[in-house]
Nanobody, 128 residues
Framework: QVQLRESGGGLVQPGASLRLDCATS????????QAWFRRAPGKEREFVAR????????YYGDSVKGRFTIWRDRAKNELYLQMNSLKPEDTAVYYC?????????????????????WGQGTQVTVSS
């Protein structure tokens, strides 16, 4: 089993930056791919970013490319999401996810159903 716990959400103004953290515990050696998703009110869960175990390959959703950065610190078992130039449309609950067997290069890893482990989510609100 893998346990994930997000932190770092909050209320910020448009244009601001925020960093989300995801603490990973349990069978951390098996988290082959980790990702961030988000769910805005009334919308389906949306892929934000994913990264492989080796920290060498990343993918981003079109709406966040160039503004968000994902990385992981394997020594600390932490996953991060740096969010810059935040917009009101970035308002959502952000979720950390992990999977044991997927390959980061597979397009299917942009789908929520590809991930076995999920955190409880952290709210990010971008508003003036």
């Amino acid at each position: 089993q893998v346990q994930l716990r997000e932190s770092g959400g909050g209320l910020v103004q448009p244009g601001a930056s925020l960093r989300l953290d995801c603490a990973t515990s349990g069978r951390t050696f098996s988290t082959n791919v980790q990702a961030w998703f988000r769910r805005a009110p009334g919308k389906e869960r949306e892929f934000v970013a994913r990264i492989n175990w080796a920290n060498t390959t990343t993918y981003y959703g079109d709406s966040v490319k160039g503004r968000f950065t994902i990385w992981r610190d394997r020594a600390k078992n932490e996953l991060y999401l740096q969010m810059n130039s935040l917009k009101p449309e970035d308002t959502a609950v952000y979720y950390c996810a992990a999977d044991d067997t997927g390959y980061v290069d597979s397009p299917s890893m942009s789908e929520p159903r590809a991930y076995e482990y999920w955190g409880q989510g952290t709210q990010v609100t971008v508003s003036s």
